[in-house]
């Protein structure tokens, strides 16, 4: 059944448009509280958020929705994703909640889901909710309307917990490294945990206003990181994104290294040490096929799933991985998190740099990729994936490429976009089905 309101990572749209508006905010809550009151004890959700400016109306909002069917809610404050996932289970609360849109523009928002283990809700909770969105509520009596509080020791907890992630036996002392917030919800706690590990810390995107998370900045536009890095000579940065659930890195040359190089590498060292479950790890359809040969040079298998860092979580769940992650730089590692989490997945990457003690642009390339190119069409409406002419310009490519590489063509599950990847042995021949394609989908929108 088609979705109204949930996408691939919870719900997520342009502020004070439908859905990301105040009323369904509350309604998010509401629906939510009420799916979650199960049993007879005090109900507790915790909720954090970026540093978007609609944040403030979002967090209202919902806080407004929860009290009202009973549940008490636990503020946090701006703060990572992964944190409110491990809060959510560490405070033994029935639910919690993020306020917003990662990676995307301030002008967006979104409202992630957890359950009570930390983990980002299943289908079918999400499915459950959703039906309770467009029915009447059952509000609690005046005596049990729910309490809000503030905790204001949260990102303490959080660096104490990312910290405990890092080798006893490592510190940083000595390693320059550069650190890009996005102007999100990282901006004073990836600083701190870097700090109390011993690295030279030097900072850029830490001054949210508002309106400028992931402006010119951040895992989605590494320059101005690329800049820093060179002009103040840093052994590696570091970019998160807006929520930092989402990590890449720039070696000390300056060049961008994405997700698949980072599991490659963090994979590899867990296999030398022995503690690399599942016999490999799990990436999504857009990981480079270079990954895969790498892994297979090890003995090590890649198991593939949908986009989506919540269907490489349930896929490591299910077959007992515990190292998997998406080319774009959400990378979990379920020994530490239950979700992506930029900067763990940041401290394994500088734990492997000053053990291995290589240069990082030695360290972090794992593997040659193979051509690839990813293009992003905007679209109004409608189906564009089930033209005629879009259909046959697919099949068109898949004959050309002839076994020798792979083509994957998707809605995306959180903007209007057609997102059309192409890779192969043939750098030309990549570059022009992608354009091909792009271009009927572009006709067909």
Not at 341 to 364: F, I, M, S, T
Request: charge should be negative.
């Amino acid at each position: 059944m088609a979705r109204k309101y949930f996408g691939t990572d919870g719900i997520r749209g342009r502020t004070n448009e439908s859905p990301m508006t105040a009323e369904i905010a509350m309604k998010v809550g509401q629906a939510a509280g009420a799916h979650f009151l199960r049993g007879d004890h005090r109900h507790r959700v915790v909720i954090g958020k970026d540093t978007r400016l609609s944040g403030y109306m979002m967090e209202s909002a919902l806080v407004a929705g929860f009290t009202s069917v009973g549940m008490d809610v636990v503020l946090m404050g701006p703060m990572p994703t992964p944190a409110v996932a491990m809060l959510t289970r560490s405070m033994r609360a029935d639910l919690g909640v993020m306020i917003s849109a990662s990676h995307n523009m301030f002008a967006d928002n979104g409202i992630k889901l957890f359950g009570p283990d930390g983990y980002k809700l299943s289908d079918d909770d999400e499915a459950a909710i959703e039906a309770r969105l467009d029915k009447p509520v059952k509000l609690a009596p005046s005596a049990d309307i729910g309490r809000a509080r503030r905790v204001e020791d949260a990102r303490g907890r959080y660096v104490h917990a990312v910290k405990s992630s890092f080798p006893e036996h490592l510190r940083l002392d000595g390693l320059r490294v550069v650190v890009d917030c996005a102007n999100g919800a990282a901006y004073e706690v990836a600083p701190s945990a870097l700090w109390e590990l011993g690295a030279d810390v030097i900072t850029i995107g830490v001054n949210p206003n508002g309106i400028n998370i992931n402006d010119k900045c951040g895992s989605t536009d590494p320059k101005a990181l690329q800049d820093k890095v060179r002009e103040t000579r840093a052994d590696i940065g570091i970019a998160l994104d807006g929520d930092a659930d989402r990590l890449i890195v720039v070696d000390d040359n300056g060049k961008v290294i994405d997700g698949d190089q980072l599991m490659a590498l963090v994979a590899g060292g867990a296999h030398q040490r022995g503690e690399l479950k599942g016999g490999g790890i799990v990436a999504t359809v857009m990981s480079n096929l270079g990954l895969e040969r790498f892994l297979g040079g090890k003995g090590l298998s890649l198991h593939r799933t949908q986009v989506g860092d919540r269907y490489v979580v349930e896929a490591m769940r299910a077959e007992g991985y515990n190292i998997g992650g998406e080319q774009s730089g959400h990378i979990v590692m379920s020994d530490h998190a239950t979700t992506g989490d930029g900067l763990v997945a940041a401290l394994q990457v500088l734990a492997q740099l000053v053990e291995k003690g290589r240069p990082a642009h030695e360290l972090l390339h794992q593997f040659d990729p193979l051509p690839q190119l990813l293009k992003n069409v905007r679209f109004a409406g409608g189906e564009p994936l089930k033209d005629d002419k879009v259909i046959a310009a697919i099949a068109d490519a898949e004959e050309k490429l002839n076994g020798t590489g792979r083509l994957v063509i998707r809605k995306s599950g959180t903007e209007p976009l057609i997102r059309v990847m192409a890779e192969g042995e043939d750098r030309k021949l990549v570059e022009t089905m992608v354009d091909q394609i792009c271009e009927a989908v572009r006709k067909a929108a």
